[in-house]
Antibody
């Protein structure tokens, strides 16, 4: 069955960096777009970033553009989110999610990991 | 930016009752709308996509309808496992956004 396991969260000071990883199994990773979606404590969901199946296209929500990068290693079935210049408002549980569509991202999130908590605090 | 509004914020119902949740978009998204269920401490689960198509493994007591700016998620008979928060999400207009959620709790 499809499994997505995030790692890399933790407590970090404002302005510092953190790299999240999401290891995928149970499906052909290289065939699907992958997303990061975050949820601040007690709040709603916010889509953060997407990378298409072959890594050629990447898009971000405006609030993280220029600070976050998304990448993938299809040989390792792993998705990454490099977060630089972190702000207090980036504190959230970060979920990786598999797109429902093969190939180009369809922006429906069919499978989700359990999430990893990022806390940005001095 | 397109805004999704969900109502009511909280819906208090008894098991076996019918739940009707609303999602309204500030501009048309055609049928590019999904619904997710989230229980405390868990990841969201995709229920409905393209406004009315059930996702894999979702039972038929969940149904979605609507187009343009007004959408509805209906749970025909609430089971104990259905008490949760429900979010709508649109992919009709960039950036793709979620609604604030409707909490369905036990009356």
């Amino acid at each position: 069955q499809v499994q997505l396991v995030e790692s890399g969260g933790g407590v970090v000071q404002p302005g510092r960096s953190l790299r999240l990883a999401c290891e995928a199994s149970g499906f052909t990773f290289s065939s699907y777009g992958m997303h990061w979606v975050r949820q601040a404590p007690g709040k709603g969901l916010e889509w953060v970033a997407v990378i298409w199946d072959d890594g050629t296209n990447k898009y971000f929500v405006d609030s993280v553009k220029g600070r976050f990068t998304i990448s993938r290693d299809n040989s390792k079935n792993t998705l990454y989110l490099q977060m630089n210049s972190l702000r207090v408002e980036d504190s959230a549980v970060y979920f990786c999610a598999r797109d429902r569509s093969k190939g180009a991202a369809g922006y429906y999130f069919e499978y989700w990991g359990q999430g990893t908590l990022v806390t940005v605090s001095s | 930016e397109l805004v999704l509004t969900q109502s009511p914020a909280t819906l208090s119902l008894s098991p076996g009752e019918r739940a009707t949740l609303s999602c309204r978009a500030s501009q048309s998204v055609s049928t590019s709308l999904a619904w997710y269920q989230q229980k405390p401490g868990q990841a969201p689960r995709l229920l409905i996509y393209d406004a009315s198509a059930r996702a894999t493994g979702i039972p038929p007591n969940f149904s979605g309808s609507g187009s343009g700016t007004d959408f509805t998620l209906t749970i025909s008979s609430l089971g104990p496992e259905d008490f949760a928060v429900y979010y709508c999400q649109q992919r009709g207009n960039w950036p793709f956004t979620f609604g604030p959620g409707t909490k369905v709790d036990i009356k």
